[in-house]
């Protein structure tokens, strides 16, 4: 493997540092705005430690990572003149408050010297969801199921004993897929649900969950396992850091339209955004409401269609909006079905990607039984406004998707989490034909279409990413994560060299070359980096790719930038 540590900042000759839209050429002999070792009594030097710093006053915050020998550097285009805060992401360390002030055309140089976590308590704190489950034992993905909505430090340091744990897991079980701590929507029929018995799995969950907490106890049953910090290539990039203008903004998907902004759908509240990366500059758009009385608000996909709009599929809603960023003013809701008896159906997926071809938009009813009126795939006619519910034989298998996504001839393509099927529905005849999915794998949960017509999706409970030909109609690629619990929620390839994915619970970003099959893997600043769907910034042809994620629990975004291929 190639050395390439002499990007961090050791290399005497100019290097290219890939931006959003636009390539800058830094010279890092003279242009370290901040640079330092990060050691500790420990180790010594300490490589892969995130060293962060943020402008006092500012919403933007800029990632480096040190290298093999200790040194970070942040190259000179990243950081104005100003005093910043310093922190440090090393699990089982910690760094003391520190600041640095960086003058105008001058080079500071901070050291910085961690000290190690000795108390559990306080290393605990530290653990990512995805440490928690290796932590807690061979049946740690259990917990996996909490993390839709909050991250594992609330049941790992609970005290809770097994009845009133199943108690909570049956009240956690009525709650809508985008709630979360501060907005906990429930089902519109949670009083019903709520006076019936115990099912057996709120029992079996809440009895496993008191056997790993502090139930009884002072400290947690099991060893405290880390997951070593990045070596090597993977110290190898910039992160940037976005705070968002609501605290309680939680970005699910992510956009970019034709001038570089950054458009993210709510999960939880009534809002889309836009992000001016050059700037930090927030703004909100709020969505008028289809169902109020307690329906859960918050939305899930958000894209662009080829004249510039924006698409937000409105959840619990059960609502399709279009957008106009011009106006700044919703040009229509489509609203697919009554919300009379509509009990758990909700629009989230849309793919408006093929509407130049023959002027249709897709996007997916979801529900969890089977038999719900609308439940499945839609078809609009914008210009019409025409809906059309796609229907299937009754002894199809089901095919009500969890994503669905467009190919170049606007061919609709359905997947959804543990479906054994991968499926597609003609634009034309609205025929529907299925793909069994490889024996090794267990279904796609979200994925994104290339320019080749081949479908990349992430295989989120079998920790893989999967590739699909459409045009062979084969399965032709299946890469296993390295790491436990990474779970890829999707999957984009850059059209060039590169796949990306995340997940929910690892805190780390994939970036796969399918070619070689070499797997990078870059550890975000911030702790349970909640991020669903990944969005890639593919640049320009000779520029490596990046990539965007939201914390869906954090209220920001941030841009991830690799140095080197």
Not at 24 to 50: C, D, F, R
Request: net charge negative; charged share 20%.
């Amino acid at each position: 493997m190639i050395n390439r540590t002499p990007l961090l900042g050791l290399a005497v000759t100019a290097v290219s540092v890939v931006l959003l839209g636009l390539t800058a050429i830094v010279n890092p002999a003279i242009a370290e705005t901040l640079t330092g070792t990060v050691s500790s009594q420990k180790e010594g030097s300490m490589e892969g430690v995130l060293v962060n710093a943020k402008k006092q006053g500012s919403t933007i915050m800029v990632t480096v990572v040190s290298n093999a020998q200790g040194k970070y550097t942040f190259p000179g285009d990243r950081l104005s003149a100003g005093s910043y805060d310093i922190t440090v992401r090393a699990v089982g360390y910690k760094n003391p408050a520190t600041k640095v002030d960086i003058s105008a055309g001058k080079n500071a140089t901070l050291d910085l010297k961690l000290d190690e976590v000795t108390d559990k308590m306080e290393l605990a704190r530290q653990l990512s969801n995805a440490e928690w489950m290796i932590s807690a034992g061979k049946d740690g993905g259990k917990l996996g199921t909490c993390v839709s909505c909050h991250t594992l430090q609330l049941p790992m340091f609970s005290k809770h004993n097994a009845e009133a744990l199943a108690k909570v897991v049956q009240r956690m079980d009525y709650h809508t897929n985008n709630s979360s701590p501060t907005h906990p929507w429930f089902d519109e029929d949670v009083a019903v649900q709520l006076a019936k018995p115990l099912a057996e799995s709120h029992i079996s969950l809440g009895t496993y969950i008191a056997t790993v907490n502090l139930n009884g106890r002072d400290t947690w049953p099991f060893e405290l396992k880390t997951q070593p910090r990045p070596k090597g290539e993977d110290t190898q990039v910039i992160y940037t850091t976005y705070d968002l203008a609501r605290p309680d903004a939680a970005p699910h998907d992510i956009a970019f339209d034709a001038d570089g902004n950054v458009w993210y759908s709510d999960f939880t509240t009534q809002y889309i955004g836009k992000l001016d990366p050059k700037t930090g500059k927030v703004k909100d758009y709020e969505i008028p409401l289809h169902r109020a009385n307690g329906i859960a608000q918050g939305g899930l996909q958000i894209d662009i269609d080829p004249e510039g709009k924006v698409w937000f599929g409105n959840m619990e809603q059960i609502q399709v909006v279009r957008f106009d960023p011009v106006t700044e003013k919703v040009m229509n809701m489509y609203r697919p079905i009554p919300v009379e008896g509509a009990g758990d159906a909700r629009t989230t997926m849309i793919d408006p990607s093929g509407m130049g071809v023959d002027g249709n938009v897709w996007f997916n009813v979801a529900a969890a039984e089977e038999g719900v009126k609308g439940r499945g795939a839609w078809r609009l006619h914008v210009a019409s406004g025409k809906l059309t519910q796609v229907t299937y034989p009754k002894d199809s298998l089901d095919a009500m998707a969890y994503d669905v996504v467009a190919d170049s001839s606007n061919n609709l393509w359905g997947m959804r989490i543990n479906s054994p099927y991968l499926w597609t529905t003609d634009a034309k005849e609205l025929q529907t034909e299925f793909f069994p999915v490889p024996e090794d794998r267990t279904g796609c949960r979200r994925g994104h279409m290339d320019n080749q017509n081949r479908l990349w999706c992430g295989d989120y409970a079998g920790n893989g990413i999967v590739m699909f030909n459409t045009k062979t109609r084969k399965f032709e690629g299946n890469w296993t994560m390295p790491m436990m619990y990474t779970k890829p929620y999707a999957a984009h390839y850059d059209d060039k060299s590169y796949v990306w994915a995340g997940g929910m619970e690892s805190d780390l970003v994939i970036r796969l070359n399918p070619q070689s099959g070499k797997i990078n893997q870059f550890l975000v600043p911030g702790l349970s980096y909640n991020m669903r769907h990944v969005q890639v910034w593919k640049g320009k042809p000779d520029e490596l790719s990046s990539l965007w994620i939201g914390d869906n629990n954090g209220a920001k975004l941030t841009h991830i930038e690799p140095l080197a291929p």
